[in-house]
């Protein structure tokens, strides 16, 4: 029986081509992002309608999630719900290997990379200037949001990656005989 050291497990397997194992984990990651980002946006919707789960009031909720006393509007929680189911479809598969469809998914990993990094060291007030001040919502910003964005990042770009073996050739010019 052969052992595994760190080449075989983390570089290995970007380099040879895609095995049953490989793509049972990129299948797995995309549908946990996919899940993920469908149970975020559901719950930005719900939002939008009135509800204020999980915390006890939408006051509550307004300044642990939004980083204010006052609630966004229905069209923005809309909005934004529509965008990350949008990108559980895409991170699903929906559209295929169409231009647009890896257009869409690699903004989806861009975007929530760059969330998450802010997130983590604190700089969403950059992006966001509403947030500056706002206590509570930096505290989870740092502890939940960022890291939580930072993981879904890396579960689309992992579950999204065309297997290597599966990657197209380069197309060869036709030859002059057959025209």
Not at 80 to 101: D, N, Y
Request: hydrophobic share 45%; aromatic share 8%.
């Amino acid at each position: 029986m052969r052992t595994r050291n760190v080449k075989d497990v983390l570089v290995t397997p970007y380099i040879l081509p895609d095995t049953g194992a490989m793509t049972f984990f990129r299948k797995t990651a995309a549908v946990k992002a996919a899940v993920t980002l469908a149970g975020i946006g559901a719950l930005h919707i719900a939002w939008g309608r009135g509800s204020h789960f999980p915390l006890r009031s939408r006051k509550d909720l307004a300044t642990a999630v939004f980083a204010g006393e006052e609630f966004p509007s229905t069209a923005a929680c809309y909005v934004v719900g529509a965008a990350l189911i949008t990108a559980s479809a895409l991170t699903l598969g929906v559209g295929g290997r169409h231009w647009w469809a890896r257009a869409g998914v690699n903004t989806v990993a861009g975007v929530l990379a760059i969330r998450g990094v802010a997130g983590v060291t604190g700089q969403t007030k950059n992006f966001f200037p509403d947030t500056r001040g706002a206590k509570k919502f930096a505290e989870l910003d740092r502890k939940v949001y960022g890291p939580l964005c930072l993981v879904l990042a890396a579960l689309v770009w992992v579950g999204t990656r065309r297997p290597e073996s599966r990657r197209s050739e380069p197309r060869k010019p036709k030859s002059p005989e057959l025209m």
